[in-house]
Nanobody, 121 residues
Framework: QVQLVESGGDLVQAGESLRLSCTAS????????MGWYRQAPGKQRELVAG???????NYADPVKGRFTISRDNAKNTVYLQMNSLKPEDTAVYYC???????????????WGQGTQVTVSS
């Protein structure tokens, strides 16, 4: 019923920038919180940044000052602008959204399939 599709992952050098996008589609009534998570090899998935529909944001300490999360509610899309990338940012980045469906009005959590970000030193 709902799909989240990420894009923008790539191989870059340290210090460069990337912009990730995630668009939700399907039988959507409303979207509350949207967020970006990442999972590096051998590590647990961790929160990178989150944003509520009203615009309030939060960030993990390692990315504060370098990453910026934003969203376009009209397009059901969330973005992650990543600047000054470091090798330790290398991971698969996942989008997550809290979505209310048209069919029943209940809230569900959905995940995207992930997009690979690799930062070389």
């Amino acid at each position: 019923q709902v799909q989240l599709v990420e894009s923008g992952g790539d191989l870059v050098q340290a210090g460069e920038s990337l912009r990730l996008s995630c668009t939700a589609s399907g039988s959507i009534f409303s979207i509350n919180r949207m967020g970006w998570y990442r999972q590096a090899p051998g590590k647990q998935r961790e929160l990178v940044a989150g944003i509520f529909s009203g615009g309030d944001t939060n960030y993990a300490d390692p990315v504060k000052g370098r990453f910026t999360i934003s969203r376009d509610n009209a397009k059901n899309t969330v973005y992650l602008q990543m600047n000054s990338l470091k090798p330790e940012d290398t991971a698969v980045y996942y989008c997550k959204a809290h979505i209310s469906l048209r069919s029943d009005g209940n809230w569900y959590q959905y995940w995207g399939q992930g997009t690979q970000v690799t930062v070389s030193s």
